[in-house]
């Protein structure tokens, strides 16, 4: 199994900025790709962000102010928030997608990390 573990969410006044942090362990092998979610009181689950070896990916919400990264060798996953705004209040969920040769991919999430914007 694969856990994960996210940190960083808070507090934060419109125009500012926070880090989320999203590190795996336990079986961390073949780990294709790591991504974001958020949901917001009264909405669906939205991607919010993904990489995989090579490539990312954003929600059209966000380009230009989020940025993901992923730090392999501590198998951990980055979204830097920045020029935050009121809607983008939400809980933050972190996931990984694991494919191991001969079997179905296999999908974990964190427990969930909540982000409010507010003057």
């Known amino acids: 199994q694969v856990q994960l573990v996210e940190s960083g969410g808070g507090l934060v006044q419109p125009g500012g900025s926070l880090r989320l942090s999203c590190a795996a362990s336990?079986?961390?092998?073949?780990?294709?790709?790591m991504g974001w979610y958020r949901r917001a009181p009264g909405k669906q689950r939205e991607l919010v962000a993904d990489?995989?070896?090579?490539?990312?990916d954003y929600a059209d919400s966000v380009k230009g102010r989020f940025t993901i990264s992923r730090d392999n060798a501590k198998n951990t996953v980055y979204l830097q928030m920045d020029s935050l705004k009121p809607e983008d209040t939400a809980v933050y969920y972190c996931?990984?997608?694991?494919?191991?040769?001969?079997?179905?991919?296999?999908?974990?999430w964190g427990q969930g990390t909540q982000v409010t914007v507010s003057s």
């Open positions: 996931s990984v997608i694991k494919v191991v040769a001969g079997n179905l991919p296999e999908y974990y």
């Open positions: 990489i995989t070896s090579g490539e990312t």
């Open positions: 336990g079986s961390i092998k073949s780990i294709y790709a």
